[in-house]
Nanobody, 115 residues
Framework: QVQLEESGGGLVQPGGSLRLSCAASGNVFSINNMSWYREAPGKQRELVASIAKGGSTNYVDSVKGRFTISRDNAEKTVHLQMNSLKPEDTAVYYC?????????WGPGTQVTVSS
């Protein structure tokens, strides 16, 4: 079995920064697309950022210029650097990886932006 473990979430003030990390373990042969999603109360889960195996990235418009996604293939890890955080960024953030041609999800980590 494959497991994803997330870290880096927490409570920050508006304008602050957080760095989320997600590492895969277990029977990992290959990892293709890596992504971060978020789900706020009463809203649908949305794709925040994704990064392909070759390094190309995509972001939802609301986080462009503030968030940066990156990957470390040797460590089987994806990161999300979150700067200039706003209250509307408050959500549970989920890591997703396509591993061995099957989608795996992390358990989610809470990000709260509040004074």
């Amino acid at each position: 079995q494959v497991q994803l473990e997330e870290s880096g979430g927490g409570l920050v003030q508006p304008g602050g920064s957080l760095r989320l990390s997600c590492a895969a373990s277990g029977n990992v042969f290959s990892i293709n697309n890596m992504s971060w999603y978020r789900e706020a109360p009463g809203k649908q889960r949305e794709l925040v950022a994704s990064i392909a195996k070759g390094g190309s990235t995509n972001y939802v418009d609301s986080v462009k210029g503030r968030f940066t996604i990156s990957r470390d293939n040797a460590e089987k890890t994806v990161h999300l650097q979150m700067n200039s955080l706003k209250p509307e960024d408050t959500a549970v953030y989920y890591c997703k990886m396509l591993i061995n041609w099957y989608d795996y999800w992390g358990p989610g980590t809470q990000v709260t932006v509040s004074s």
